[in-house]
């Protein structure tokens, strides 16, 4: 009798389970979220083709840099006040957030969301463009702050299922970037060249031009020429430029208390990186250009050499 009545207790409560697996959620994530529950959208992020000169730290941001994301499906918080399809994140100490309630994102119940992301922020896209941003370089990099400001950045994802950890995405240049060496030959001595002030200027570039967010694609800047001086690091120079293809654009360097100077054809393209050499030649009062093997970001192809001479129309 005792078997029996044990044999019925089992059964029941199997049948009791079975009754109610309807409501039952089974998951093997620990992290997944109810399915009516209201979900924000949290980020990380990490930098492709990242090297010293381009990103600050291993992650490639820093605390209260800004963000701009898109999303296909999501929906902002009730107390909206940005645009959705531009809210405002913030970076803090590893993760991507939104800046404010009003700029929340969350996830639609049962759908999933592909996340765009870019930074700078831009606080307005252009007039009837809602993905199309006009972006703008700063012509004066030779402050980290704003070499970095500079590079534009941008990452997508896959389609998302809702879940409440951070979504982790990749950002990519968009930008060309100009990498440059001063080097000398025999004759001027290692402390007379280390000893001399150098500054690197690029004219004849524009520096403003549209971007779309979702295509990623980059037009051809229109703008007026404009002077991108560079960040100086010891005898290297970085800059980011507007990928463009431009004739007659004139490096110019100031090594002590003269200026050298060559005029070249850029076609720059988004995301690449163009290195190169200068030698400089004391006795001649020149510097040989020549092309190097190109790392980091993609691969920019090689560019023709040519020789620097001195610029006497520099003040």
């Known amino acids: 009798m005792k078997r029996y009545f044990k044999f019925l ?187 001399m002030t150098k500054e690197l200027t690029i004219e004849g570039v524009a520096n403003s031009g549209k971007i779309n967010l979702i295509s990623r694609s980059v037009e051809e800047p229109t703008g007026d020429a404009k002077t991108i001086t560079a960040l100086a690091n010891g005898n290297t120079f970085s800059a980011i430029i507007f990928p463009q293809n431009r004739e007659d654009v004139k490096f110019r360097l100031k090594l002590g208390d003269d200026y050298y100077s060559s005029t070249i054809d850029i076609a720059y393209e988004s995301g690449k990186e163009y290195k190169y050499t200068f030698t400089v030649t004391k006795n001649e009062g020149a510097l040989t250009l020549k092309s190097t093997e190109i790392e980091g970001w993609s691969d920019g192809g090689s560019i023709d050499g040519g020789k620097m001479s001195k610029d006497t129309t520099a003040n």
Request: with cysteine.
């Open 9 to 195: 207790f089992v059964s029941m409560l199997v049948m009791s389970m079975q009754g109610c697996s309807k409501d039952l959620v089974i998951t093997d994530e620990p992290n997944a979220p109810e399915e009516n529950e209201s979900v924000q959208l949290r980020l990380t992020g990490n930098v492709a083709y990242m090297t010293p000169e381009t990103r600050l730290n291993a992650n490639g941001f820093v605390n209260n840099d800004l963000f701009g994301v898109y999303t296909t499906t999501g929906k902002m918080g009730s107390n909206k006040k940005a645009d959705p399809e531009n809210a405002k994140y913030i970076y803090k100490d590893g993760n991507i957030e939104a800046a404010d309630e009003s700029n929340a994102i969350y996830w639609e119940n049962n759908k999933s969301m592909k996340i765009y992301a870019y930074y700078p922020y831009v606080i307005t896209a252009n007039a009837g463009e809602k993905t199309a941003h006009l972006f703008t370089i700063k012509t004066n990099q030779s402050t980290a702050k704003d070499y970095y400001l500079s590079d534009f950045l941008r990452a997508e994802s896959d389609a998302i299922e809702k879940t409440s950890d951070p979504v982790n995405l990749t950002f990519y240049h968009l930008m060309s970037k100009v990498s440059v060496t001063i080097d000398h030959d025999s004759s001027i001595t290692d402390a007379d060249f280390n000893s």
